[in-house]
């Protein structure tokens, strides 16, 4: 069997094809049928091209015409739009071609030429495969010319049509071949060599509803469901809704010489719906815009698209709405309604982002409520995060940030705003620039800046601060400010020690200064060339003077700028002394007073006693740098 085999397989290698000329329009077909007829593979066979013969006609479908065949010479005349272009017209190529067995010994057989072509067939480009060798020979233009000619009809790409280029391009290969005597290429190289008329493609027609943004992934691929986009938000002069209008393609033709028709339109995307006076239509000669007029959210009813901003409903929860955000700039208000207060009208994990929201109900565990005006007319969970400019709370457990705050009853939550008032306070932490409280009972931590007042003190346990660092741009102020000192007190330092050692040579070379001045002076009055050594001198002393005036200058700025900001740093200090914390009821309990002082940077501490009926206390000066808490009169 071995020995069967063995035969066989060398029987089917020594086969030879006879050479065979044909005349025909498709030689990668003609190639696999005469490799099936005598039993060899393709790549045994080779080819060479004896004519070219190039034939055209005009056909409308109906009634077919002749075909003309024009010459090589005018083949370059038919690269014209006028005719290329216009279905009708048809080309073709036949070829004389002579088929044979592979020679072993094979010109350029290190030269691994390859052709290719965009989808289209209408770019076709010349590829030199890495670690191709060719060496220069006299003939190496004719025969690259072969080599490419015959890689092209192998291809079905029609040749002497679309490729005007390719003669410049062998011309540049052979001249760098020429001058290298040998190259051998370290990569692959691709150049265009044939070029025809690239179609270009039909748009049918689409609406895009760019209000209708999809959801964002998170860095681990996982959608959030809760952001569902209940209320589609909105801003003037967006652009909401877009009708892209079909545009017909152009025609083309490849360089296999095939017409491309563009396909027809098709248009199933037409609108039809109408917007209100809260949305323009920008029509265009390639779309037709649908544009908001306003702020708000995108609402959708009898087939009528409008811009609202007021929206109503029972409550914000992942079963019925998901996170509602909309911008705090939409101005979207938002009404919620939950009649049953043992249920969250702000579900548990809500976000909610918008202009206005007034809520009657309450806010549920873990939920974010951000606004520029919010009234809570219910709770706040202890877990649960509101902010707003301005903002309105019944019963308070959770936290609050804000610049206008007012709360009914505080229970041991959060608060930290610029003006905070407060009827009753049942414990809790409060920080801001004035805090103003109607009743207050125990445990009430709060912190001002400027003032601390209590109309009625009801318990004990409670701290009263006083920090004019309180807000963090302040002390980011504050700290900017120290930096600024230590930088001007370190310059001083240095500018000092220059100014010092300047004057010290000015001061022992003025004499010697003003000898040279005068023999100057004499030279120049009697006409006389002055000495370059005298010159140079009275130059170096003068330049030595303009520095020390310069250093004397950013001496006195340097000085000027440190004055400046350690005023800064007293104003902060008198912000302390001019905050004041009143107490309208008299003291009850274990209460505490604090002032925290920044020069020097300690904490003044009073403990009224119980039933005193001080009201107000602040810091006064009592010695030269010496601080502490006093009552005060009115």
């Known amino acids: 069997m071995a020995l069967f085999g063995s035969s066989e397989k060398d029987s089917t290698a020594s086969k030879k094809i006879r050479p065979t000329v044909l005349r025909v329009q498709n030689v990668a077909k003609e190639l696999l049928a005469l490799a099936k007829s005598y039993d060899v593979k393709v790549n045994t066979i080779d080819f060479n091209i004896l004519e070219v013969q190039t034939y055209t006609r005009m056909s409308d479908g109906t009634k077919e015409t002749e075909w003309e065949e024009i010459s090589q010479d005018e083949l370059y005349e038919l690269d014209d739009a006028s005719a290329l272009l216009n279905p009708h017209f048809q080309i073709k190529q036949m070829y004389e071609v002579e088929f ?46 072969i080599l490419i000619n015959k890689q092209k009809v192998r291809a079905g790409i029609l040749i002497y049509i679309f490729d005007e280029m390719m003669d410049e391009v062998i011309s540049k290969i052979c001249a760098h071949i020429r001058v290298q005597e040998k190259v051998t290429y370290a990569k692959n190289e691709t150049i265009l060599i044939a070029e025809s008329y690239e179609p270009t493609l039909t748009l049918n027609d689409k609406l895009i509803l760019h209000y209708n943004k999809e959801e964002k992934i998170d860095e681990h691929h996982k959608v959030n469901y809760a952001s569902r986009g209940f209320i589609k938000a909105v801003k003037k002069d967006e652009i909401l809704i877009e ?15 095939e017409f491309m028709a563009p396909k027809e339109i098709e248009e199933d995307s037409s609108p039809s719906f109408t917007v209100d006076e809260t949305i323009r239509e920008e029509d265009t000669p390639k779309s037709i815009c649908y544009i908001a007029n306003k ?12 811009i609202k901003t007021d929206v109503a409903m029972d409550e914000i929860s992942f079963k019925k709405t998901g996170n509602i955000v909309s911008g705090l700039d939409s101005d979207v208000k938002i009404s919620v309604k939950e009649a049953n207060f043992d249920k969250d009208a702000i579900g548990m994990g809500m976000e909610v982002e918008v202009s206005e929201i007034d809520i009657e109900g309450n806010v549920g565990s873990n939920a974010k409520l951000r606004a520029l005006r919010a009234t809570i007319s219910g709770q ?126 000015v001061q022992g070379g003025m004499t010697s200064f003003n ?54 740093t007293s104003v902060f200090q008198d912000d302390i002394t001019d905050a004041r914390i009143i107490n309208r009821d008299s ?36 010695d030269d740098g010496e601080f502490e808490i006093q009552a005060l009169d009115e």
């Open 100 to 145: 044979f067995s592979k020679k072993e010994d094979v010109p350029y057989k290190d030269f691994h030429l390859a052709i290719g072509a965009n989808a289209t067939k209408c770019k076709v480009y010349l590829r030199i495969k890495e670690g191709s060798e060719i060496s220069y020979s006299s003939r190496l233009e004719k025969e690259l010319q």
């Open 243 to 257: 009708y892209v209008k079909a545009q017909l393609g152009k025609a083309g033709r490849n360089c296999r010489g």
């Open 295 to 306: 702020n708000g959210y995108i609402s959708f009813e009898n087939n009528v698209y409008a």
């Open 380 to 505: 706040t969970h202890k877990t649960a995060e509101v902010r707003a400019d301005k903002l309105s709370i019944n019963v308070h457990k959770g936290t609050a940030y804000g610049k206008n705050i007012h709360i009914t009853r505080l229970e041991h939550g959060v608060v930290d705003g610029d003006v905070v008032e407060i009827s009753q306070a049942l414990g809790g932490e409060i920080r801001a620039i004035e805090i103003n409280i109607e009743i207050c009972a125990s445990h009430v931590k709060a912190t001002a800046s400027k003032l601390i007042e209590i109309q009625k003190l009801r318990g004990s346990e409670n701290t009263f601060i006083i920090d004019p660092l309180l807000k963090r741009s302040v002390k980011q102020d504050l700290h900017q400010n120290t930096e600024a000192i230590e930088k001007f007190e370190f310059e001083i330092r240095d500018l000092k020690k220059d100014v010092q050692k300047y004057k010290d040579l």
């Open 515 to 568: 000898d040279v001045k005068k023999r100057l002076v004499h030279y120049k009055k009697n006409g006389i060339k002055m000495p370059d050594s005298f010159v140079k001198k009275y130059k170096q002393f003068q330049k030595i003077q303009e520095h020390l005036k310069a250093l004397e200058d950013t001496l006195s700025f340097k000085k000027n700028e440190l004055e400046i900001a350690k005023s800064k």
């Open 587 to 622: 003291w009850k309990g274990y209460n505490e007073i604090i002032f925290k002082m920044l020069e020097p940077p300690i904490d003044l501490v009073f403990k009224p006693k119980e039933g005193s009926s001080a009201k107000i206390f602040g810091v006064v000066e009592v």
